[in-house]
T-cell receptor
Framework: DTAVSQTPKYLVTQMGNDKSIKCEQN?????MYWYKQDSKKFLKIMFS???????INETVPNRFSPKSPDKAHLNLHINSLELGDSAVYFC?????????????FGPGTRLLVL | AQSVTQLGSHVSVSEGALVLLRCNYS??????LFWYVQYPNQGLQLLLK??????LVKGINGFEAEFKKSETSFHLTKPSAHMSDAAEYFC???????????FGQGTRLTINP
């Protein structure tokens, strides 16, 4: 059983389009995250949700909007895609926010904006 | 602000040789420390973590790391490299009481036959 899953795995789209990436975790965790990995492999947190409530928003453009319908899901919607949005997006989850909990990562979604 | 520096974006060792990947961090508060590994086209997998207690922590696949508070370091080692160790390795800190991991820039490990 996959602990943290993401769909789609690959996403190729045109500039200006709107797209969504879905994330689901079956670990029973309370906290979920979105990270962006750029072309130089640098990883940076974008958002964090705890029990469906936004707790971290790291100065991400308003075009990015996370949505958490329940604590097992955290989706990422991106409006008006730009070339610079091309990256790998990782979803992660952990048991508790603020504690020394291991974050478990999904396989990533490779987004290419043309 | 917290930061993590991994010395060497690319490390190359021979199969059977010692692996040493360096990680230093900067933080004015207590942190938890992690090493993750990323195999090509895959997500991140936890190798090991330091939370408290013994400063020498053992992880999966024969890796271990030592936390040295005086040096603000958390270097990753493995006595004998295997071809399957070729991957990208990330050091990360989690600030106590905070929710986000702060990652280093990663070190790509190449194993030569």
């Amino acid at each position: 059983d996959t602990a943290v899953s993401q769909t789609p795995k690959y996403l190729v789209t045109q500039m200006g389009n709107d797209k969504s990436i879905k994330c689901e975790q079956n670990l029973g965790h309370d906290t979920m995250y979105w990270y962006k990995q750029d072309s130089k492999k640098f990883l940076k947190i974008m958002f964090s949700y705890n029990n469906k409530e936004l707790i971290i928003n790291e100065t991400v453009p308003n075009r990015f909007s996370p949505k958490s319908p329940d604590k097992a899901h955290l989706n990422l919607h991106i409006n008006s895609l730009e070339l610079g949005d091309s990256a790998v997006y990782f979803c992660a989850s952990s048991q508790l926010a603020g504690g020394p909990e291991t974050q478990y990562f999904g396989p990533g979604t490779r987004l290419l904006v043309l | 602000a917290q930061s993590v520096t991994q010395l060497g974006s690319h490390v190359s060792v021979s199969e059977g040789a010692l692996v040493l990947l360096r990680c230093n961090y900067s933080s004015s508060v207590s942190v938890y420390l992690f090493w993750y590994v990323q195999y090509p086209n895959q997500g991140l997998q936890l190798l090991l973590k330091y939370l408290s207690g013994s400063t020498l922590v053992k992880g999966i696949n024969g890796f271990e790391a030592e936390f040295k508070k005086s040096e603000t370091s958390f270097h990753l080692t493995k006595p004998s490299a295997h071809m399957s160790d070729a991957a990208e390795y990330f050091c990360a800190v989690l600030i106590q009481g905070a929710q986000k991991l702060v990652f280093g820039q990663g070190t790509r490990l190449t194993i030569n036959p």
